[in-house]
């Protein structure tokens, strides 16, 4: 039970990792447009406020998304190894993150022109956290099944002549 929670915390971190670092990425790809055709680069905060920003979605994303892709694919892929349970995962966060973006491009009232654009970026900047969480969850699971337990309350094994 404890081993099955520190896994997903820890695919969870590196899912949030990867998601601000996309946010760092997409910062710095904006900066060069801007720089590169001479508009506005956005002011002093615009960086740390983008990086803010997709630090918090990533927080959002975490139990909304990539933990039931993950539940999902390995519930279904249980017993047939990483890889496929890592793709099981990337289809099903695509699903998610494709039907997401819909619903929230239809809420704010983006062209419906745009909306498959919208769901492919979605999905695109999805498949790198859930297929990490996937893969750091499952080797965490495997590292915890090779480690030693310790039984009892102590590792000192007594001798009898000790008694």
Do not use: K
């Not at 801007?34 to 905060?45: I, K, M, R, W």
């Not at 970026?121 to 859930?130: D, K, Y």
């Amino acid at each position: 039970m404890v081993a099955g929670i520190a896994r997903h915390l820890a695919g969870m971190a590196v899912a949030w990792l990867v998601v601000v670092a996309e946010g760092v990425v997409g910062y710095l790809g904006l900066l060069a447009y801007a720089l590169a055709t001479g508009s506005d680069v956005g002011g002093p905060l615009a960086g740390p406020m983008f990086v803010v920003i997709a630090a918090l979605l990533g927080a959002v994303l975490l139990p909304l998304l990539f933990l039931p892709a993950v539940a999902v694919a390995e519930a279904a892929g249980r017993r047939r190894g990483t890889g496929r349970v890592a793709a099981l995962a990337a289809l099903v966060a695509v699903v998610l993150a494709a039907a997401y973006a819909v619903v929230g491009a239809i809420a704010t009232q983006v062209s419906a022109a745009y909306l498959p654009l919208v769901a492919a970026v979605a999905a695109l900047l999805v498949l790198a956290p859930v297929v990490l969480y996937a893969l750091t969850a499952r080797g965490v699971g495997w590292v915890a099944r090779r480690v030693p337990r310790r039984r009892g309350g102590s590792m000192v094994a007594l001798s009898p002549e000790a008694g």
